[in-house]
């Protein structure tokens, strides 16, 4: 069964470093999504993306956050300056747009110190 | 048992019995919601959906309502088994079509053996 994948597992960064957490979405699916989730806490919705571009973003996708499909398979979230608040799992999701279900990747655990 | 998804985190039940999960959900515009179960480590997993035109729709073992009138949502398991041991979360969608989802708080549902 095709599956949304991410990399890395687990990426540790000292605060104001930059990261890039890669996804790839399923193969024939159109709409991509980040979203996360701070320990204990519910799942939150960041951005995402259709044709290229941004569709929709929430207040938590500020300046310091991008988002990229630099070529056919992957789907990149950028934090340009990472915060102590920055620490939580982030889930990739996508979705073909003929159905709405939307399917989320494992995560990567992001810790910044 | 029963529990309200935003307001019980957690909810006990014994193996072989039948599971209530409630959420509530804020906006009466939502046209689509989506119950996930996320198991400890993992990403969300797609459980069933449901559209605002209708109140109840079942899948294998899941029944899920929608009470439209008090904006009120619930997973029903029947016959639960060790493997439904995860956090269960309600998401709404009010676009109904490719927008972010919001999710609720989660239940954590635990099975006694």
């Known amino acids: 069964e095709p599956e949304v994948t991410q990399t890395p597992s687990h990426q540790v960064t000292q605060m104001g470093q930059e990261v890039i957490l890669r996804c790839v979405p399923i193969?024939?699916?159109?709409?991509f999504y980040w979203y996360r989730q701070i320990l204990g806490q519910k799942v939150e919705f960041l951005v995402s993306?259709?044709?290229?571009?941004?569709?929709?973003k929430s207040e938590i996708f500020d300046d310091q956050f991008s988002v990229e499909r630099p070529d056919g398979s992957n789907f990149t979230l950028k934090i340009r300056s990472t915060k102590l608040e920055d620490s939580a799992m982030y889930f990739c999701?996508?979705?073909?747009?003929?159905?709405?279900?939307?399917?989320f990747g494992p995560g990567t655990r992001l810790t910044v110190t | 048992g029963e529990s309200v998804g935003l307001h019980l985190p957690t909810l006990s039940v014994q193996e072989g019995d039948n599971s209530i999960i409630n959420c509530a959900y804020s906006?009466?515009?939502?046209?689509?919601f989506i119950w996930y179960k996320q198991e400890s480590g993992k990403g969300p997993q797609f459980i069933i959906d449901?559209?605002?035109?209708?109140d109840k729709r079942q899948g294998q073992r899941v029944t899920v309502l929608l009470n439209k009138t008090v904006k009120h949502l619930s997973l029903q398991i029947a016959a639960t088994q060790p493997g439904d041991s995860a956090v269960y979360f309600c998401?709404?969608?009010?676009?109904?079509?490719?927008?972010?989802?919001?999710f609720g708080k989660g239940t954590h549902l635990i099975i006694q053996p």
């Open positions: 999701a996508s979705i073909s747009g003929r159905l709405y279900e939307q399917y």
């Open positions: 906006n009466s515009a939502s046209d689509y």
């Open positions: 998401a709404e969608n009010i676009g109904g079509g490719a927008d972010g989802l919001t």
């Open positions: 193969s024939n699916h159109l709409y």
């Open positions: 993306f259709y044709n290229n571009e941004i569709s929709e």
């Open positions: 449901i559209r605002s035109n209708m």
